[in-house]
């Protein structure tokens, strides 16, 4: 495999951290390629705008991110920070966010690494024909690899917080499903400060014996853009899937 | 009412920069007060981290992010853009988010305003005593105003990208209603990019109808905490909610 890790977490020993290492040496141990883009230490801009493509722009006076993003990948004008993990998304075969849960959702440096490098075109685009299985990225693998402080039953379906598939579902489903990735089922380190040395060392035992064998996970299973009208919504004849569509 | 409105478009000219002035204008007339926090002019850093803090550090070699928090809340030590930002947010009683769905959430630079100045001990601490209706924005009312490329049947129940309950679950209930907040239904501007001017108008119209009545609208329900056990799981006698437990 040819992975690629991107690392959000703005202390570098952290468990996150811990966690980038151990997921770069484990499969590094299994020859495979690891890349790793890791946003602090980058400095990633988050916010995207204007500084987001250089040279003439489409209107200089009124800034439409799709059409200068069209403009900026025909051209290859883009930022530099954005083309280049462009060019590592375009290399991998599998991607790997690893990150702690920030407000039910990926730390806003990792949001504005989506909302930058996946432009249109790239990761989307053609007016509905680049998207879900046939989308920018498709021929890749994605993985989500969380921390969150409350404990699994907060999450679960009848969990205080809500079920943490329906949490995902803007990463799963809107992220990586929508630009044609392959999603595997998240692994998740749950209450990572209240737990003991014990249980912890057996969360950071079974990521290490997944990845070994990740190349062979089937991936989570979500309706197919078949299965919708032109309206975008189901077919009628089709039987939705349980739970959060992507529960195969 | 005392009306905070957090704003987050790459172009002050855009759609969202228009539903801003309206909400604005509109609210003064009715003799509301208003303060707008427009992330991108302000230039708001995204990215929770070491420069959230001034002064000496708890552990000045290791960043655990709530400790530094609440340290920073009791000395009265963080940077003073979450300093401006927590003033404003104990001052208003009504919250409005105004921002472009950007990858089925909202952009990087608003993240990053909830990531850095919602802080532990400010909008929710206490080892799970201020949150939800305890939380420490509690007294306070939410909305969120968004705009989207696809048009709504995209975001119905059986849609291709699922119900916009589901895609606003994170923000509405994870970090709203986490913080006290009690949440209006969300104003959604669909398929803002394929509408005519007609239809787009008459959205603008039956936003600023909205607004007007904005403070005599009932909120949307969520379960309450003595819903859930000590488990933080819904008590078996407690029947769920339909849909996205926020549906009344």
């Given at each position: 495999m040819k992975v690629l890790l991107?690392?959000?977490?703005?202390?570098?020993?952290?468990?996150?951290?811990?966690?980038?290492?151990?997921?770069?040496?484990t499969l590094q141990g299994g020859q495979h390629q690891v890349r790793v883009s890791d946003l602090y230490a980058m400095n990633f801009p988050a916010a995207l705008g204007p500084a987001d493509v250089?040279?003439?722009?489409?209107?200089?006076?009124?800034?439409?991110?799709?059409?200068?993003?069209?403009?900026?990948?025909a051209q290859g004008s883009f930022a530099p920070e954005i083309k280049a993990e462009q060019e590592k998304l375009r290399w991998c075969d599998h991607l790997i966010l690893q990150f702690p849960i920030y407000w039910f959702s990926m730390p806003a440096i990792m949001k504005g690494?989506?909302?930058?490098?996946?432009?249109?075109g790239f990761a989307y685009g053609g007016g509905g024909t680049m998207w879900y299985e046939n989308g920018g990225l498709k021929g890749r693998r994605a993985l989500v690899s969380m921390t969150t402080g409350a404990a699994a039953p907060a999450f679960a379906a009848d969990g205080i917080h809500g079920d943490i598939d329906r949490i995902l579902w803007p990463i799963h489903n809107g992220i990586m499903h929508f630009c044609g990735f392959q999603v595997l089922r998240p692994e998740i380190f749950y209450g990572v400060s209240r737990i003991d040395a014990e249980a912890r060392a057996a969360m950071i035992e079974r990521y290490r014996r997944r990845l070994v064998g990740l190349e062979r996970e089937q991936p989570l299973y979500f309706h197919r853009l078949a299965d919708f009208g032109a309206d975008h919504r189901l077919k009628p004849e089709v039987t939705p899937l349980t739970g959060f569509q992507y529960r195969g």
């Open positions: 991107v690392h959000a977490h703005p202390e570098p020993a952290s468990l996150n951290g811990f966690l980038r290492d151990l997921a770069v040496e250089q040279g003439p722009r489409v209107d200089a006076t009124h800034f439409k991110a799709q059409a200068e993003q069209k403009q900026a990948l690494w989506v909302d930058r490098v996946f432009t249109t």
